[in-house]
């Protein structure tokens, strides 16, 4: 399964030197909130809105869940929908792409 995740540029690259993304939304730590991850257009969106709306250099990131060594599950979150999360860090090789994140084609 693919799955997005939106990051600061400055975490991301963190994570290319150290081989695993360990940030959550807008920088709070795993151990207070896990990651929130998209499955559908509206859920990047919704998670866009919420935490990066005042933000212009946004990545997004596409993460193929069979590559990850941490397990995953989907639960309930921001306004009831489903997302899917990852608990423990993301490793490096299972994020299959990387590109800047505009609002408009996610809409």
Same mark, same amino acid.
């Given at each position: 399964m693919l799955v997005h995740h939106l990051a600061l540029p400055r975490e991301w690259q963190r994570a290319l030197t150290e081989g695993q993304y360990t940030m959550s939304t807008r920088g709070?730590?795993? *151990?207070? *909130?896990?990651? +929130?991850h998209c499955s559908r257009p509206d859920q990047v969106a919704a998670?866009?809105?919420?935490?990066?709306?005042?933000?212009?250099?946004v990545l997004l990131l596409t +993460? #193929? %869940? #069979?590559?990850? %060594?941490?397990?995953?599950?989907? #639960?309930e979150v921001a306004g009831g929908d489903s997302y899917p999360h990852v608990y423990g860090p993301v490793d490096v090789p299972a994020v299959v792409s990387v590109e800047p994140f505009r609002r408009s084609a996610w809409s």
């Open positions: 709070t730590t795993l *151990e207070d *909130e896990g990651f +929130i998670v866009h809105d919420r935490y990066y709306a005042d933000l212009d250099d +993460i #193929d %869940t #069979d590559l990850l %060594t941490s397990p995953w599950q989907v #639960d």
